[in-house]
């Protein structure tokens, strides 16, 4: 079975420091963060259709793990998700499961939409590849409540 997974509008609020590494997920909600710092739409740079993304973003402080895919149908009818996005499947291909966004900036918050075949998704939070945080949500096509 594969796992059909997109990744909407990625808000990010960032700081110059850290001073404690702590997280906590927005788990279901119908909002992302209510006033990030920076906005990434993925039409900042716009790719060709299933265009593999990896540091292309590498500018506003975020590279993608080699599996993320440009795709740009527009509004592919979930919640939450319109214009330009990224996904991990592609048609007569598949899906991979693991999904990475890393920062190359201190950040005090980041949040994401995202869509997946009904199921459960696990987030895991690294610092410094150590663990701050982990949890799963039950995530599905249709669900309102879609921002991690």
Do not use: W
């Amino acid at each position: 079975m594969y796992r059909h997974g997109l990744i909407a509008t990625a808000a990010l609020a960032m700081c110059l420091t850290v001073s404690r590494a702590e997280a906590g997920f927005i788990n279901g909600s119908a909002v992302g963060l209510s006033n990030p710092g920076v906005v990434l739409t993925f039409d900042e740079i716009v790719l060709p259709a299933q265009t593999e993304v990896t540091n292309q973003y590498a500018a506003y402080g975020v590279t993608f793990s080699p599996f993320a895919m440009y795709d740009e149908i527009g509004n592919p009818g979930f919640p939450n998700i319109s214009g330009n996005y990224l996904t991990n499947f592609i048609a007569n291909v598949g899906a991979n499961r693991i999904e990475s966004i890393q920062f190359s900036r201190p950040v005090t918050a980041a949040a994401f939409a995202i869509a997946t075949q009904t199921g459960t998704t696990s987030f895991t939070a690294l610092l410094n590849g150590k663990v701050v945080d982990s949890g799963s949500a039950s995530t599905n096509l249709t669900s309102m409540d879609n921002y991690f």
